[in-house]
Structures are given as C-alpha cells and as structure tokens.
Nanobody, 114 residues
Framework: QVQVVESGGGLVQPGGSLRLSCAVS????????MAWYRQAPGKQREWVAQ???????GYAGSVKGRFTISRDNLKKAVYLEMNSLKPEDTAVYYC????????WGQGTQVTVSS
C-alpha cells in the first residue's frame, strides 16, 4: 500500500521561507510524476506544482517564481522550496502522484502570518 508523508510546515512571517518534504513508500517512484497541492480553509484543494520523472516542472501562476519543486529518486522524496511567502499561501500542503491517484496523506500545515 502506497503511503505519502508530508513534513516541514510551520508558522512563518510574510516574506519568509519554508522547505516541505514528502516521503513515499510502498510504490515504485522513479517513473511517477509527483505534485504538491494545497487546501486553504473553506476552499477546494488546488494544484501548486508538479515534477515529471524527467524533472520537467510546472507551477501554478500564483506561486511561479517563488516556489521550487524537486525530487530525489534515491530517497523516494519530493520537496517544495517556498520563498517570499504570503499570507494567501496559508494552507495544508499535500503531495501525491499526478496520475496514480494514491490515497492522500495527512498533509503539513503552513501558516504565513505576522
């Protein structure tokens, strides 16, 4: 059974940075396109960024230029480097495969507030 575990969230001031991590177990990983999603209070979950097996990346317009997604196939991990954080980035962040439809993890809370 595939398991994804997100970590690295926390409270940060506007303009600050955080690095999120996602560990995957129970599945092959190298050929899987992975993505980060987020869900703010009262809103639907939205796509944030993705990375393919060949490391081609894509970003939502709201985070482009501020967030960077990366992966480590040996560690079966995906990362999201978040810079210049804004209050509107506050959300629970999740990672998942793009196409395999794995079960969602618990997510990691990111709160941007002064």
């Amino acid at each position: 059974q595939v398991q994804v575990v997100e970590s690295g969230g926390g409270l940060v001031q506007p303009g600050g940075s955080l690095r999120l991590s996602c560990a995957v177990s129970g599945s092959t990983f190298n050929a899987v396109s992975m993505a980060w999603y987020r869900q703010a209070p009262g809103k639907q979950r939205e796509w944030v960024a993705q990375i393919t097996s060949s490391r081609t990346t894509g970003y939502a317009g709201s985070v482009k230029g501020r967030f960077t997604i990366s992966r480590d196939n040996l560690k079966k991990a995906v990362y999201l480097e978040m810079n210049s954080l804004k209050p509107e980035d506050t959300a629970v962040y999740y990672c998942n495969s793009v196409y395999q439809g794995w079960s969602w993890g618990q997510g990691t809370q990111v709160t941007v507030s002064s």
